[in-house]
């Protein structure tokens, strides 16, 4: 009975005139000319399909929209090594539509986002949920008012931020993003011997300041410090979170990885940067001084990390810049 209803929803939102002269079809041809409403209801085509086309409904919108995108028929996909194109092309049709329908203000579309973020099990996405959920409740949103003031009193956000802190919520998730190009940036190879400055210059950009600027140096500090718990990186295939220093670490070669920790110690001859930020590695506290002992103690596991140079970041790390371990910060 579940499946029945299934398709004849989809049926239905496949016959749906979608604008005054607009069909579902002819809206998958060109999506950027969509009001809000029907930019939602095609993102919603692609929520909970089945991912074996035959037992969609018996239309050519989902299949010829494929076709046109990839070359090649869902079911030979099927068929094929390519089934996690397919799975990925209805993942992204789904949330790239109903993301553009919510920035279009559609509260339905920032309730369903809100969801969406709500589901996902990444680092920050709580934040992204809470930007959604409140956007939509902005606009009254029975369901999404409840949800904002069932979240407020559980302090939904406290792994993140103080209660005071809610109402800035799209400011955090700029934040946020601004977190993803950072660590595109330290992840884009091990000899970006650049890393500094591009570092450098995403951060003026985002604080609207330039070098002509007298203070610049300790506005990025002061937005250093304040803002680097949410610089958290991933490698590539992996869920395992590490902050960007030690991202930097990892991923450069060790004769340039030390280049972050090299621009960050210019800038604490202005003012002093925090260099304890706390991250939970295998359910374990740690900071950037506790993976350099790591390092030092597993020299085999971290044979391609120069044991001297990391010594001496070490020592610099705690004579010049106050750096402790988690336990030390705990006591």
Known sequence: ??????????????????????????????????????????????????????????????????????????????????????????????????????????????????????????????????????????????????????????????????PEDYKNIDFYVDVLNLSNTLCYHANKGAFNKALDTSIENELLEFLDITKEDAAYKTKLVDFWNSYNKFFICFENDSDIPEHILKRSLIELFYQHNQILFNWLFDLNQTKAIDFNQVIYFDGQPETILDFLNTILLNSYEYQGFSPVSIGELRTELIEDCNAKTASQLKN
């Open 1 to 162: 009975m579940a499946c029945i209803k299934t398709m004849f929803f989809l049926t239905v939102l496949f016959s749906l005139t979608i604008s005054h002269s607009q069909t579902i079809d002819e809206g998958i041809e060109n999506t950027s000319d969509l009001d809000a409403t029907a930019q939602y209801q095609l993102g919603m085509l692609f929520y909970g399909v089945s991912l074996e086309p035959e037992s969609n409904p018996k239309t050519e919108s989902l299949i010829a929209y494929y076709k046109a995108n990839y070359g090649t028929n869902p079911k030979q996909a099927l068929d094929s090594l390519d089934i996690q194109l397919y799975k990925e092309w209805l993942h992204d049709s789904y949330v790239d539509n109903i993301n553009q329908s919510a920035n279009k203000g559609f509260d339905k579309a920032q309730l369903q986002l809100g969801k969406y973020y709500e589901d996902l099990d990444e680092y920050g996405s709580k934040i992204r949920a809470y930007k959604w959920y409140a956007s939509s409740a902005a606009q009254d949103n029975t369901e999404a008012i409840n949800w904002i003031n069932q979240k407020n009193e559980a302090l939904y956000l406290k792994q993140y931020l103080k």
